[in-house]
């Protein structure tokens, strides 16, 4: 059976496109405990990080994500996670 060129092999699901990075960022509780990550990619409503070792099994459901090359801090609500990497989405102001 041949396969359909018009059908792709992967289909998006996202509503927004990501953008690879490679900032250094914290996921800071509300404790003040912090644990270094990457921003692996970046869209408009989430991110996905990748921590060092076992982190990732000490996070919350929601923390702070603080970039730390320019100190900017975000609201984050973690939604998934796999091995050592975490998909967030930003939590927005209701306002």
Not at 3 to 8: E, K, L, M, V, W
Not at 18 to 37: M, V
Request: charged share 25%.
């Amino acid at each position: 059976m041949s396969r359909n060129a018009s059908t792709p092999a992967f289909v998006e699901r996202r509503a927004t496109e990501r953008k690879p990075t490679a900032l250094l960022a914290f996921a800071q509780h509300r404790d003040g405990s912090r644990y270094p990550c990457q921003v692996k990619n970046i869209s408009d409503r989430g991110a996905m990080l990748e921590f060092l070792g076992s982190q990732v099994v000490q996070l919350e459901d929601a923390f702070d994500l603080v970039l730390a090359s320019a100190e900017m801090r975000y609201a984050v609500q973690l939604i998934w996670r796999k091995e050592r990497t975490v998909g967030v989405v930003f939590c927005l102001d209701a306002e």
